[in-house]
T-cell receptor, first 114, second 113 residues
Framework: DAGVIQSPRHEVTEMGQEVTLRCKPI?????LFWYRQTMMRGLELLIY????????DSGMPEDRFSAKMPNASFSTLKIQPSEPRDSAVYFC????????????FGPGTRLLVL | GENVEQHPSTLSVQEGDSAVIKCTYS??????FPWYKQELGKGPQLIID???NVGEKKDQRIAVTLNKTAKHFSLHITETQPEDSAVYFC????????????WGAGTKLIIKP
């Protein structure tokens, strides 16, 4: 298995621009998690999906952030408009409810908003 | 809600020595405690986990202990090697959650040659 795939790996953009991060979970996994990691705040859960349905989005910082999962193999996290304080590493993780609780993380997208 | 505290934030040990990282949690109903290792430029990866019905678990040089009464759990790495250098995260799954994890702040482990 290829593992969780995220794109792009690096993104540099200017304040005010729209940013879209992409994630392909491991095939057969029905939970998908979006995390943000910064030095100041550590690893924060933003939102998670079960069977493509958002379950808990209480971690989404502002209305500028939105996430979708149109099908079982694809999810996006969008920031519009982006701000410098959004600079962070964004991780996607997935797992399978069939008795396996391990969250498998992707390599992350390093976002820099200038 | 659940809160997880992790100490120390940085740990430097001599190669070959042991390293211990400790975490405390607040929700007595939490029932699953994984440890993840994050290498530079990569996502966290599970290295060991323990459930609330077990007090200790070992996997080669790595062990985790759980004290439910005190609500703390620890990661023990023996005979440390350079490749153990990484950031380690503990986490706890609250009793009212199926798959959500509450994460500690992380410990940067440095193995000195």
């Amino acid at each position: 298995d290829a593992g969780v795939i995220q794109s792009p790996r690096h993104e540099v953009t200017e304040m005010g621009q729209e940013v879209t991060l992409r994630c392909k979970p491991i095939s057969g996994h029905d939970y998908l998690f979006w995390y943000r990691q910064t030095m100041m705040r550590g690893l924060e859960l933003l939102i998670y999906f079960n069977n493509n349905v958002p379950i808990d989005d209480s971690g989404m910082p502002e209305d500028r952030f939105s996430a979708k999962m149109p099908n079982a193999s694809f999810s996006t996290l969008k920031i519009q408009p982006s701000e410098p304080r959004d600079s962070a590493v964004y991780f996607c993780a997935s797992n399978n409810r069939q008795g396996r609780e391990t969250q498998y993380f992707g390599p992350g997208t390093r976002l820099l908003v200038l | 809600g659940e809160n997880v505290e992790q100490h120390p934030s940085t740990l430097s040990v001599q190669e070959g020595d042991s390293a211990v990282i400790k975490c405390t949690y607040s929700d007595s109903a939490s029932n699953y405690f994984p440890w993840y290792k994050q290498e530079l430029g990569k996502g966290p990866q599970l290295i060991i986990d323990i459930r609330s019905n077990v007090g200790e678990k070992k996997d080669q040089r790595i062990a985790v202990t759980l004290n439910k009464t005190a609500k703390h759990f620890s990661l023990h790495i023996t005979e440390t090697q350079p490749e153990d250098s990484a950031v380690y995260f503990c986490a706890a799954r609250p009793g009212d959650s199926n798959y959500q994890l509450i994460w500690g702040a992380g410990t940067k482990l440095i193995i000195k040659p």
